[in-house]
């Protein structure tokens, strides 16, 4: 399960994305805590401007140590429509040392 917060015997991680248009951006996955995979209920993202078209989108999270969760990234428009990612499923596991995890750019 991830958490969002401060949770003891936790994993912070901060997770960026980058796309090249200003659609709000969200993450959503395998754990409760993600939306188990509902487009209503994934975490909105924070964004910022990095030049031209170009946006950095990130989230702080808290994962208890030994998770492992799949994701994904979705942008939502304006009038609701969800844009899910292309390709497989993100996997990050809980382990090692708090982490910051560049993602790439929006599939």
Not at 9 to 37: F, H, I, P
Not at 90 to 104: K, L, T, Y
Request: proline content about 4%; overall charge negative.
């Amino acid at each position: 399960m991830a958490r969002k917060g401060s949770v003891s015997g936790s994993l912070k991680a901060n997770w960026t994305v980058t796309t090249q248009e200003d659609c709000a951006v969200y993450l959503v996955g395998s754990a409760r805590e993600l939306g188990e995979w509902s487009p209503d209920r994934a975490l909105p993202m924070h964004g910022q401007h990095v030049g031209g078209h170009v946006h950095d989108w990130n989230i702080d999270l808290a994962l208890p140590r030994g998770e492992r969760v799949e994701f994904k990234f979705i942008k939502k428009s304006d009038t609701g429509e969800v844009f899910w990612e292309n390709g497989e499923n993100h996997v990050f596991a809980a382990v090692g040392p708090d982490s910051i995890v560049h993602w790439g750019s929006f599939r």
